[in-house]
T-cell receptor, first 113, second 113 residues
Framework: QKEVEQNSGPLSVPEGAIASLNCTYS??????FFWYRQYSGKSPELIMS????GDKEDGRFTAQLNKASQYVSLLIRDSQPSDSATYLC?????????????FGQGTRLTINP | ETGVTQSPTHLIKTRGQQVTLRCSSQ?????VSWYQQALGQGPQFIFQ???????GRGNFPPRFSGLQFPNYSSELNVNALELDDSALYLC???FGTGGEKLFFGSGTQLSVL
């Protein structure tokens, strides 16, 4: 069973601090990973993608991938109250002729002013 | 805005009824994927449509069916609604079946009473 696992939280971080979100996956052949942000009552919004081992930075966001440990993380620097949301980790897998995303259950992040 | 539009925004049905949800894909995209997101969970893949045919299916029963039209828009039909079908239904479009980065529409919130 291919799975993506996340700590559901809630994770509470003071404003201005670094928020660290973690995700593990079970499918060793997965090559592509994504982080989505989802505000309450809204649809998921893609914020980061990562395909290679190491770090990828985009503004205040850094995604980290360790394929040997099957571990993906997202760091948010200088956290803002507007970062309060649920963060979904996803891996890209093939099924039959289609390609799909397998999501974790999400981590709820709260940034405290 | 992703260019993917879904209708209706909200829907209330009773158990045993049938429902049709609609999705218009982003211009230039020929593939539509549908996901179900239950409260507190990550989205789960229902199926994908490419060139008007089902191209892959997740672990959903046959009462979940779909269509794709020549203009690449799509419908998700659910027969014999059950209480557990209450969820946010998300549509994403892409070009070709290998689309990794999915951009979701705003979703349809279905409540089954």
């Amino acid at each position: 069973q291919k799975e993506v696992e996340q700590n559901s939280g809630p994770l509470s971080v003071p404003e201005g601090a670094i928020a660290s979100l973690n995700c593990t996956y079970s499918d060793r052949v997965s090559q592509s990973f994504f982080w989505y942000r989802q505000y309450s009552g809204k649809s998921p919004e893609l914020i980061m993608s990562i395909y290679s081992n190491g770090d990828k930075e985009d503004g205040r966001f850094t995604a980290q991938l360790n394929k040997a440990s099957q571990y993906v993380s997202l760091l948010i620097r200088d956290s803002q109250p507007s970062d309060s949301a649920t963060y979904l980790c996803a891996e890209h897998v093939r099924i039959q002729g289609a390609q799909k995303l397998v999501f974790g259950q999400g981590t709820r992040l709260t940034i405290n002013p | 805005e992703t260019g993917v539009t879904q209708s209706p925004t909200h829907l209330i049905k009773t158990r045993g009824q049938q429902v049709t949800l609609r999705c218009s894909s982003q211009s230039g995209h020929n593939t539509v994927s549908w996901y179900q997101q239950a409260l507190g969970q990550g989205p789960q893949f229902i199926f994908q449509y490419y060139r008007e045919e089902e191209n892959g299916r997740g672990n959903f029963p046959p009462r979940f069916s779909g269509l794709q039209f020549p203009n690449y828009s799509s419908e998700l039909n659910v027969n014999a609604l059950e209480l557990d079908d209450s969820a946010l239904y998300l549509c994403a479009s892409s070009f070709g079946t290998g689309g990794e980065k999915l951009f979701f529409g705003s979703g349809t919130q279905l409540s089954v009473l």
